[in-house]
């Protein structure tokens, strides 16, 4: 089992930053593939940014490409994401999820473990 801790979200003005921490415990991280979804009131939940179990792979969403960065941290069952040049369309409750076949996906399915969410609110 996968547990799932995400941190780090709250009110922000556009153009701000903020940077979202997920913290793993239960089976080891390293050889999960980890991703951020995003769900606004009345919207689907919609994938924002993966990384496979290395690293080595990343993709992002178009919204975000260019503005947000995940990165993890395998010696610490850490990953992040860094947001820049908030928008208020970037306003949602985000969801740390874990794939245990340690890929990189934009499907939901992929994933088998979520955290709870927290919720990025950017004002205009």
């Known amino acids: 089992q996968v547990q799932l801790v995400e941190s780090g979200g709250g009110l922000v003005q556009a153009g701000g930053s903020l940077r979202l921490s997920c913290a793993a415990s239960?089976?080891?991280?390293?050889?999960?593939?980890m991703g951020w979804f995003r769900q606004a009131p009345g919207l689907e939940r919609e994938f924002v940014a993966g990384?496979?179990?290395?690293?080595?792979?990343?993709y992002y969403s178009d919204s975000v490409k260019g503005r947000f960065t995940i990165s993890r941290d395998n010696a610490k069952n850490m990953v992040y994401l860094q947001m820049n040049s908030l928008k208020p369309e970037d306003t949602a409750v985000y969801y740390c999820?874990?794939?245990?076949?340690?890929?990189?996906?934009?499907?939901?399915?992929?994933?088998?473990?979520w955290g709870q969410g927290t919720q990025v609110t950017v004002s205009s």
């Open positions: 990384i496979n179990w290395s690293g080595e792979r990343i």
């Open positions: 239960g089976r080891a991280f390293r050889t999960l593939g």
């Open positions: 999820a874990a794939a245990e076949l340690g890929i990189v996906s934009a499907s939901a399915q992929a994933y088998s473990h």
